[in-house]
């Protein structure tokens, strides 16, 4: 079985809205903490509870999944429009692994518990599904 580093660099993003090219954001889940597979309803609980954290500040947001290629495995996850920084502070906060980061419509795989250097990952349109 691949590790979660390799796991999280095959990945697609299920959308029902189109993201603007300019736009740099990060894509944070909160499920899972330090990668270990935890309870739906845990999952679902930590989610609301980043969502009104969220929705505590001026910052942007939107729901997004992040899902294996095979669509086999989705993740409740959230587009944050914030700094790099700050993403990678809400990820240590909630105890994720690593964060997607957009910027100029490059996706970027950013560690954050696990070791490792940030992986350019390609074009971000070209992982995005949009649903409808």
């Known amino acids: 079985m691949m590790d979660l580093w390799q796991l999280n660099q095959?990945?697609?993003?299920?959308?029902?809205?189109p993201f603007a090219a300019e736009n740099s954001f990060s894509i944070i889940s909160v499920a899972n903490p330090?990668?270990?597979?935890?309870?739906?309803?845990l999952n679902h609980c930590r989610n609301m509870a980043f969502a009104a954290c969220l929705h505590d500040t001026s910052l942007r947001y939107r729901q997004?999944?992040?899902?294996?290629?095979?669509?086999?495995f989705q993740e409740a996850?959230?587009?944050?429009?914030?700094?790099?920084?700050?993403?990678?502070?809400?990820?240590?906060?909630?105890?994720?692994?690593?964060i997607y980061w957009v910027e100029q419509g490059e996706l970027w795989l950013l560690p954050v518990l696990?070791?490792?250097?940030?992986?350019?990952?390609?074009?971000?349109?070209?992982r995005l599904i949009l649903a409808s």
Do not use: M
């Open 114 to 126: 696990l070791q490792g250097e940030p992986i350019a990952l390609g074009q971000f349109e070209q």
């Open 64 to 72: 997004i999944i992040g899902a294996s290629v095979d669509l086999t």
């Open 34 to 41: 330090a990668g270990k597979l935890a309870e739906p309803g």
């Open 10 to 17: 095959n990945v697609v993003f299920i959308s029902y809205q």
């Open 77 to 98: 996850s959230w587009a944050v429009f914030c700094s790099r920084a700050q993403a990678l502070q809400y990820a240590l906060a909630w105890q994720q692994n690593a």
